[in-house]
């Protein structure tokens, strides 16, 4: 391990050094107590900027201007609303975000080509305009404003998802913050609806793209609620270093801290995100290894946790675990039953391709308990991978049954 | 259209000449009354036959059995059960399927070879040989057993799934009869746990392939239920010629009505599969058209009946047409926003990318109804696709989160 990194008693995504935040209740989501719905995330210093947005075909406007925004390598800020997503939206919709951007640069200051926008929520309706200018006028920025953000960006989240990391390596210190909203119409890639992720490091920009991918990978794109991909999705990085380091480039001591941090970072965001998917009781952990290569790895794990009946089967502690067998057999990768060992927690249930006799109160206390660990062995090569995902309730079923009624 | 096809009024698996079955209570499945769980088709007239299996890596022993037993082109008879799937069980489980068909051979006085075998139920358990044992000899078969047959095939499904079809064509009269069952682990390919078909027609062994292939396609293979693949699926066709007519081949004008006497019956069980999925209060029918192609048609539209968060909706009437967007744009196929128009039911909801104004009661009137028909035109080209699914309710995770406790 190069360097320490250590987790930041609660560290979000105002922690490094001169990034501000500040949101408020603008009215676009129904008032509960509590309720934060528009925000601003703000850097002091000019920062390296790159994203990866949604694979899906229908893009939300406000991934259309953000994608146009980062050609420049560069942002200052990001203006982010819940409630409506601002997502096939046509012309008006593009307008719309390009005001948002607008409207925030003038809080802040700045100029609106340095301002990204994101938008979660409802799918197929205009923003509220004039909640939207009033609520901006609102927004009031601070060094530690980065909680508010956290709320701001929920939608059916239950809690919000941030966190912080120190990264201390050779003479450089640094941190690593982040912010991640759930919490359905989540799949790989991304499966985050959104994410931002801040440091005060200097980075150069080819690496700063290449270790997000590697983040990702690793992290948000193995997490699936629903198998559902939005058109929202976008993880974004701004680094603007005023940590004082030399930028950090591929190959360094300094690259491998930081790919580290960020790894471990996402990781527990994305966790965060699995464990409060829509109507989520537990969080489930599927490892595959031994299987022929990364991308059959990557893949058994994610049928594995994606697959409804297993999901389902683990809400109801039933020990159903032939279900786990169906997905992995069913996603293509390359499998043999006569080498398949299977693990529940630190029960075995199947050792090359046999069922074991199993204390079944034994496994139903594990598939009950808050975090379900399945291992799955494949024996067939070196690669491994894990996955997260949730359980499969009623709830999810009611909160999207009447989701706009 | 080639000849003239015609519904049968309880037409069921035995209508067409020449076909017995039987069933009865062998004890595999739990006891409710009215149950049967165990039960075999035979045909007095040595049969053309060919069946797709299912796509999982992780093929059940009947499944491996039968493949091999489909080899010769030929069948008299197939045994099948519920309640157990005689899947991932090793070569214990290979030796239990081959025993059943020698039971079922005994009792009908076949040979063994001659026998498929299907079973579909818990996966990972050994079939109870006993029960089997015993049940089998209890099997008596009539001309009028296919009702009897559909029943034990029942795992969660809550009715038969059978129905048959006359054809008159030129001087030839035949039948086709089909009994499928669902109604979880249900996507393509292909969407159906168990399927069998039968027909007095002579048809050739070539074109038989041929013709399961293509009335699979705009049928099973283009329903979904849950996304979950079984390690069971077997579709079968038989034809034993008792009809009396000069085999079909490709090409002919009782080929063609052959075909779209198929395909019919084959659409009506897949939307009885759909429409009894598990938890299911209706039946989801999508059509895209306007798509640059086929599998782009076929891709979007099993994409949008497949999403949990466009199920979900229409369980609840909710009328949050957006996620119909996001499914079709995360399904990877070719969409230009600005192009698409759609439709559920009568009611236009968006022109050419553009969201209208809808009469909101009427919308959640359709939503509520026992068929709810979604259609998306692309407008990009002229490939159309129709699949069928059912809507995601909180009985399904009841359900599947105690299928075995």
Redesign the interface.
Known sequence: MEGEIEFIASGNVTSPRGFHAGATYAGIKRKASDVLDLGILFSEASCVATALFT?????AAPVVLSQQCLQSGRALAVVVNSGC?N????EQGLADAAEMAELAAKNIGVSPEDVLVASTG????QLPMELIKAGIKQVVLAVDGGRKLARAMMTTDTVPKQTAVAVRVGDSEFTIGGVAKGS??I?PNLATLLCFLTTDAAVDIDFLKFALLKAADVSFNMVSI??????NDMMLIMANGLAGNKPISQGSRQADAFQQALDQLCIYLAKCVARDGEGATKLIEVTVSGAPSAAEARLAARAVV????VK??I?????????I???????????V??KIDLHIGNICL?KA???LFFDKKEL?RVLRSSEVPINLRLNLGTATATAWGCD???K??????????
Chains 1, 2 share one sequence.
């Open positions: 694979t899906n075909r229908i893009k997503a997502a096939f939206t046509g409802v799918i197929g309706q359905g119409m799949h629903d198998g559902d991909t939005s058109p994606s697959s409804p009946l389902a089967a809400h109801g502690g039933d020990p159903n675990w032939g279900r067998m169906a997905a992995v057999g069913g996603s293509g990768v390359e499998v039953e006569s199947v391709g046999c069922p139903v499969l309730s009623e999810y079923v009611t909160i999207n049954s009447r989701y706009i009624t």
